[in-house]
């Protein structure tokens, strides 16, 4: 009943009306079967895009040409965007983006062939119910990954499905099919080809799935295609005596461990990349190349940048006291995220060396509970929550440039370390002091 009134059921209907067939495809019918929330819903119809575009304007709804060269529109429905595509077929992907032509047909079965795997290709109806000529359904009882007929020619046609066939793993938690990852595998060096954005954007979905770990070593010669500076992980062994794993299994662990958000991620998987060259200031060196691969794979520059940063701070541990982390955090610009970010990082890497890690990873927690209570409280932690602004400081000492940022870092420390009081006046006096001191001096 509830899908009888959906955005996407609404949408069908209409076409149905003027005498179209349309189903629901793609991902929302896997996640339904999967019992998973499914977000957006796609239509297939045999209606060509103009058509489309007509009875859905009829209908009332706002309509976009969102890719009429695919035979895409998108309607507005009760608020929901639902993305309508004339049944097609495909031609190769010389510029491994788009498809070069798209041949419209008037078949479902010919359209659902197209599709990468067969939890992929499933179409549903809100009367009629399922319409599954490959077996999705089977596959995803068995819990199973399968490409749709030839894995080899699938994989041929667009390689970017072999890194889609591991994406699924990660967030599903279930087996590519062997045959299909054979040819995965044996394709994998056909991933090169792939427009770089694409890749990126799958591999940020792989690493925020709940099974990212075991996909990183399970399906490894399909990961370091896509990242080959992953390369020199497996097989390194660590020297501390705290790791339980080679280079690969702890980052495949702390990227598992690490909150399912896209930096962390992300930072988890690549925070020891440069452990392997030495171990001589490698978190900025990981943060380093980091940097350089995430910006690679055209990945989202507040990602890479605050990947990079918790990745550069991975190393930095301090006596658990609060007078410690308020250092810490002053250090961060007094910026609570950012230090958060970096804990969480630092919990995540504890986490990846298992059992060995556990002592390390309460003390985190610990270090994440009191600065959860440092936010809370309203205490200055970094410059910008001094009593006098950067101007009035500037001001008062007839500072230029850089001074004005060291005197306010001086100023934060003074006021962490309890000599003087946060309130406009006590600062001032104590800025003056120093001055006429400075000046004395002079
Ligand atoms: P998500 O939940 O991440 O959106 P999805 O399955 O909807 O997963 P999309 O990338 O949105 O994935 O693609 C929608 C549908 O289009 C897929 O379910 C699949 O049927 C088909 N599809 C997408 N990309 C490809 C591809 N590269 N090759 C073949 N079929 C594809
Ligand atoms: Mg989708």
């Not at 957006?40 to 209606?47: M, Y």
């Not at 970017?160 to 591991?166: K, Q, V």
Request: aromatic share 6%; with cysteine.
């Amino acid at each position: 009943d509830i899908i009888a009134h959906s955005p996407a059921a609404l949408a069908i209907r209409a076409l149905e009306k003027s005498g179209y067939q349309a189903w629901i495809v793609g991902g929302w019918v896997r996640d339904t079967l999967m019992g998973r929330m499914p977000h957006d819903a796609d239509i297939a119809t045999n209606a060509p895009w103009e058509h489309t575009k007509r009875i859905m304007c009829g209908a009332g709804y706002a309509v976009h040409e969102t890719g009429v060269k695919h035979g895409t529109v998108t309607a507005i429905v009760s608020g929901e965007p639902i993305e309508i595509t004339t049944y097609r077929i495909e031609g190769p992907y010389s510029d491994s983006r788009h498809p070069d032509y798209v041949e419209f047909v008037d078949s479902i079965e010919l359209d659902l062939a197209r599709r990468d795997f067969t939890m992929n290709a499933i179409a549903f109806h809100p009367t009629r119910g399922i319409f599954d000529p490959f077996d999705g359904a089977s596959d995803i009882e068995a819990r199973t990954i399968r490409a749709v007929g030839d894995a080899r020619k699938r994989f041929e046609e667009d390689p970017l499905r072999i890194l889609r066939a591991a994406r699924f793993e990660a967030q599903t938690g279930f087996e590519i099919e062997p045959a299909t990852r054979d040819a995965a595998f044996s394709c994998a060096h056909l991933l090169d080809s792939v427009a770089r954005e694409r890749t990126g954007s799958e591999l940020t979905k792989l690493l925020c799935g709940p099974y990212a770990g075991r996909v990183i070593e399970n399906e490894f010669p399909i990961v370091v295609q896509a990242i080959n500076e992953l390369k020199v992980a497996r097989g390194f062994k660590l020297k501390s005596k705290r790791h339980a794993y080679d280079l690969l299994g702890h980052l495949a662990h702390s990227v598992s461990a690490a909150p399912e958000n896209e930096a962390l991620r992300w930072a988890a998987l690549l925070h020891d990349i440069a452990k392997p060259e030495s171990n001589h200031d490698h978190a900025q060196r990981s943060s380093t190349t980091a940097t350089r691969i995430m910006q690679r794979l055209r990945i989202g520059r507040q990602q890479t940048q605050q990947a990079a940063d918790a990745i550069a701070w991975h190393t930095t541990s301090f006596p658990p006291s609060e007078e410690a982390l308020r250092l810490f955090v002053a250090c961060l610009g007094g910026d609570v995220p950012r230090a958060r970010r970096a804990l969480l990082l630092q919990r995540a890497d504890a986490s990846g060396h298992g059992p060995k890690g556990d002592a390390r990873e309460k003390e985190v927690d610990e270090e994440l509970a009191m600065l959860d209570a440092l936010e809370c409280s309203g205490k200055p932690l970094g410059a910008k929550q001094l009593a006098l602004s950067g101007r009035e400081v500037a001001d008062l000492g007839n500072l230029h440039g850089s001074e004005i940022g060291r005197t306010l870092d001086a100023l934060l420390a003074a006021v962490v370390e309890g000599e003087v009081e946060n309130t406009p006046e006590a600062l001032r006096s104590h800025l003056n002091f120093a001055i006429e001191n400075a000046e004395e001096q002079i």
